[in-house]
């Protein structure tokens, strides 16, 4: 079981590297990077040692349950709680809230698993809405920013997902994209200047940052 975790990892490390040299910006690279890191780690030691494949009682059980969430620029914002159901056993919906650097966040997402890494985990793919206040810029070294008063994402994900008993959690990262704008301001961080956003200065270096690369993690309980 060891050789097979050495294994994955450098495979993961190689990924990383490849990511990286395509991408110097870091976001794409810490993202690839991150998910071939989850896939390695996770669940395929065992399958390796020969366990069979999830059993369906494992997902049909405890099918409403509490999850907490944090991370980075996650639907969820930095830390969110989030109620979770599973109607049938590879799908999962998820309604939640969060808050964000700029605010309240409100997420539903969608998540099916696709592939058994072993007796009580999966992979698979997650999507999902989420809306909030959101400001492009925030937090970096700059002197202004385009402030959102609402902006809704589109949230495709890769997952990992690990169940035992009532207990669940699971890693996730994802590219969100912007998909609707409400009210946009651009704004002097020294309040010297505020305008629409349309009439932002064209030498601006603030980008509007419709992409938005993100990854999480959730652990919760099932309560029935």
């Known amino acids: ?23 110097r910006s870091g976001g794409t690279a810490a993202l690839v990077g991150a998910c071939g890191l989850v896939v390695a780690l996770w ?32 639907p969820h914002g930095f830390i969110g709680v989030a109620l979770d159901s599973t109607p049938v056993a590879p799908l999962s919906i998820s309604v939640g809230l969060g808050r964000g650097l700029a605010g309240v966040q409100r997420a539903l997402s969608t998540r099916v698993r696709l592939v058994p890494t072993g ?34 994402w589109l949230n495709p994900d890769l997952f990992v997902e ?7 959690l699971r890693l996730y990262a994802g590219i969100a994209r912007r998909v609707h704008d409400g009210a946009c301001t651009y704004r002097d961080i020294g309040g ?10 064209a030498d601006s270096p603030i980008s509007r940052m419709p992409w938005l690369p993100f990854v999480g993690f959730s652990t919760g309980v099932g309560m029935f």
């Open 43 to 74: 669940g395929p030691a065992a399958r390796a040692a020969g366990d069979p494949a999830i059993p369906p009682e494992v997902w049909r059980s405890h099918r409403l349950a509490v999850d907490g969430h944090v991370g980075l620029a996650t």
């Open 192 to 201: 010297s200047y505020a305008a629409p956003c349309g009439s932002a200065p």
């Open 162 to 168: 690990r169940r035992r008993g009532p207990w669940r």
């Open 119 to 152: 007796a009580h985990s999966a992979l698979g793919l997650g999507l999902g809405v989420s809306a909030g206040p959101f400001h492009s810029g925030l937090g970096l070294a700059h002197s202004s920013r385009y402030e959102y008063e609402t902006a809704v």
């Open 1 to 23: 079981m060891a050789g097979v975790v050495a294994r994955r990892l450098l495979s993961a490390r190689q990924v990383w590297r490849r990511s990286s040299s395509r991408d």
